[in-house]
């Protein structure tokens, strides 16, 4: 059994949260593991970092470390798997913990949205807000 779980530091324009959803969810099928989307790292607007994740195999991903290329930023949107969360504190804590977890098997799902806007910090909100300022939408 899992769950989806969406950070709202990010946004896509339009309709694309659905299709995202959508990608993430046939990763989950085929994975049957927690399963992460990501946008790569070129292909995003607010974002200051240098990147969270890498592929490794087979969809595979993890947490980057100081070799990795081709790096790619998480959107925030996963679907994990109930069973990790069993045993854990009640109290709040970090999924970073289970990103940190090599003996956790996680997936990432390379999205196919762009923008990606980044608003989590007043940086990223203030490129974002510069960026929509730019466009016109017949839809949203």
Not at 56 to 69: P, V
């Amino acid at each position: 059994e899992a769950f989806a779980a969406v950070n709202v530091d990010a946004l896509f324009l339009g309709n694309a949260y659905l299709q995202e959803m959508r990608r993430l969810v046939a990763l989950y099928k085929s994975v049957r593991d927690h399963a992460l989307l990501l946008q790569p790292i070129n292909r995003q607007t607010g974002y200051g970092g240098s990147g969270d994740f890498y592929f490794t195999d087979n969809a595979r991903i993890r947490l980057k470390d100081a070799d990795a290329d081709k790096l790619y930023v998480f959107t925030g949107m996963q679907i994990l798997r109930r069973d990790y969360f069993v045993g854990k504190p009640r109290a709040a804590w970090s999924l970073k913990k289970l990103y940190q977890d090599d003996t956790q098997h996680k997936y990432g799902a390379v999205s196919g949205s762009y923008p990606w806007l980044h608003v989590g910090d007043p940086p990223g909100l203030l490129r974002a807000n510069r960026y929509v300022a730019g466009k016109q939408f017949t839809h949203c």
